[in-house]
């Protein structure tokens, strides 16, 4: 959430063409009662293939949503099974539906009877002291159904109480064990693992285990590390190499948002790691920050493209 907007994946789609993309969690509640603003919008026409994460846990809800999804043109629809914050916890959604996989079941299906596109789920190897593999074997047995087509698993446990959701993302520790023995156990599902997996190079060495990874942190920090995806991963040509270009691409398009009235604060947040490892990242860094609070990137722009 707050990251992997409309704005971020569109500075995504200037480094790699072919890494499916996914949206942050929008709630079946924020949806019906039309309070997700802009978060359904996406860009039909770069974005694609994108997926849209669904967080709630009533069969109806989710099968409206999910109709709402299909019709915007999304690829795929994933359940977030998977989010341990306590916000969450109270409307009964995320990863305490790990303790319910008939509920979840029941939504997986009742979505699936009413689109055409991919349901996928996303959840973690289980819950609170719960980081045996029967605890996990057993959870996908009970949702498992021929149409099913893919599970994404972090590869942590998630405490229920007494850990921030980011405490939840460092301090269970990562056992991908658990979830490499799932392409064993479910032949039929592609198990794509997710949970600290740093660049490309790691991810080749996870994917001999399993069919996909999902990254989140490292290429938000560093968008440039998934620049050779495209050649790396799907032996086709990489689009995003040249990071000038990409920045001065994703300026541009940050000028016209705000004409739009997209504030700066909305876009360019995501910018900060484009010079990740660089010896003026500092420097960049904080004439981003200035460039948001005096809102002039049209004077900016040409001295931040040359710090990248
Ligand atoms: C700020 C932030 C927001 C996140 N929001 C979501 C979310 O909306 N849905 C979700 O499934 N995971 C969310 N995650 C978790 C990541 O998708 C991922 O599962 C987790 O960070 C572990 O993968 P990583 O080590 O590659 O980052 C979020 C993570 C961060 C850091």
Known sequence: MQCTDIHDRYLFRLITKKAFLYTE???????????CFNQLNFNNEIEHPVAIQLGGSDPNDLSECAKICEELGYDEINLNVGCPSERVQKGSFGACLMEDPKLVDDCIQAMQQVVSIPITVKCRIGINERDDIDFLNHFVSKIFNPNLKTLIVHARVAILKGL??????????????????????????????????????????????????MLGRSPYDNPMIVSNVDSKIFNESDIGNDRKAILKQYLDYCIDQAHEGQPYSRTLKHVFG???????????????????????????????????
């Open 274 to 308: 484009l010079n990740r490892g660089l010896k003026n990242a500092k420097s960049f860094r904080s004439l981003i920050l200035r460039t948001i609070q005096e809102k002039n990137l049209e004077i900016t722009k040409d001295e931040l493209i040359s710090m990248v």
């Open 164 to 213: 921030t959701p980011r405490q939840n993302r460092q301090i269970p520790p990562l056992k991908y064990e658990n979830v490499y023995q799932l392409v064993d156990e479910f032949p039929d599902l592609e198990i794509i693992l997710n949970g600290g997996i740093k660049d490309i190079d790691e991810s080749i060495k996870h994917l001999k285990k399993v069919h996909g990874v």
């Open 25 to 35: 969690m929008v709630t079946t509640g924020a949806i019906i009662h039309g309070k």
